[in-house]
């Protein structure tokens, strides 16, 4: 099955401090990235779409400029996060849809990345 | 008003009974409809998906759409403690500019003991 992978799967860092946490798909080429966002006891919130190449599409109330995504190729996209601030801790998720994904364009969901900022 | 509800629960039921989730959505566009599994610090994982009205049935798993009343459902039967794990629907819309963007529900979390 295709398999995403996500790196570090837990960090720790100190408010002000930019973190980046990378979203592989390991077996497939993912033309479209999405990355979410969940807090504890809630449901995922998609903050981001990146397609390879392109400018990422951010959903409304998420500041661009703090959350920056580089979708470099068709198995790599990275988020990083800028100015950590302790209100930026939560569970990171990255998906990935593969070329040509059918028409549920199934999105195959990475492990998760836990930020917490000191 | 969230575009999806689902109730947080949590369920907790005995090995062996039958589970019944829910979600109500009201956005008449979602035409995928699906249900993930996410066990505890980990991403979630696809169940079943359904894309018209009606049943559908994977092994002791089955989803049910009803369109009508904007109410979809999963139901587990003979669950077992392995299912014990949050629960998410999550639906999409045909295309357009929204293309594959998923809008989850909360969750609900189950809990199966034996």
């Known amino acids: 099955g295709a398999v995403v992978s996500q790196h570090p799967s837990r960090v720790i860092c100190k408010s002000g401090t930019s973190v980046k946490i990378e979203c592989r798909s390991l077996?497939?080429?993912?033309?479209?990235m999405f990355w979410y966002r969940q807090f504890p006891k809630q449901s995922l919130m998609l903050m981001a779409t990146?397609?390879?190449?392109?400018?990422?599409?951010?959903e409304q109330g998420v500041e661009k400029d703090k959350f920056l995504i580089n979708h470099a190729s068709l198995t790599l996209s990275t988020l990083t996060v800028t100015s950590a601030h302790p209100e930026d801790s939560s569970f990171y998720i990255c998906s990935a849809r593969a070329l040509g994904g059918g028409p549920l364009n199934e999105q195959f969901f990475g492990p998760g990345t836990r930020l917490t900022v000191l | 008003q969230k575009e999806v509800e689902q109730d947080p629960g949590p369920l907790s039921v005995p090995e062996g009974a039958i589970v019944s989730l829910n979600c109500t959505y009201s956005n008449s566009a979602f035409q995928y409809f699906m249900w993930y599994r996410q066990y505890s610090r980990k991403g979630p994982e696809l169940l079943m998906y359904t894309y018209s009205s009606g049943n559908k049935e994977d092994g002791r798993f089955t989803a049910q759409v009803d369109k009508s009343s904007k109410y979809i459902s999963l139901f587990i039967r003979d669950s077992q403690p392995s299912d014990s794990a949050t629960y998410l629907c999550a639906m999409r819309d045909a295309g357009g500019t929204s293309y594959g963007k998923l809008t989850f529900g909360q969750g609900t979390i189950l809990t199966v003991h034996p």
């Open positions: 077996d497939f080429q993912a033309t479209t």
């Open positions: 990146s397609n390879e190449g392109s400018k990422a599409t951010y």
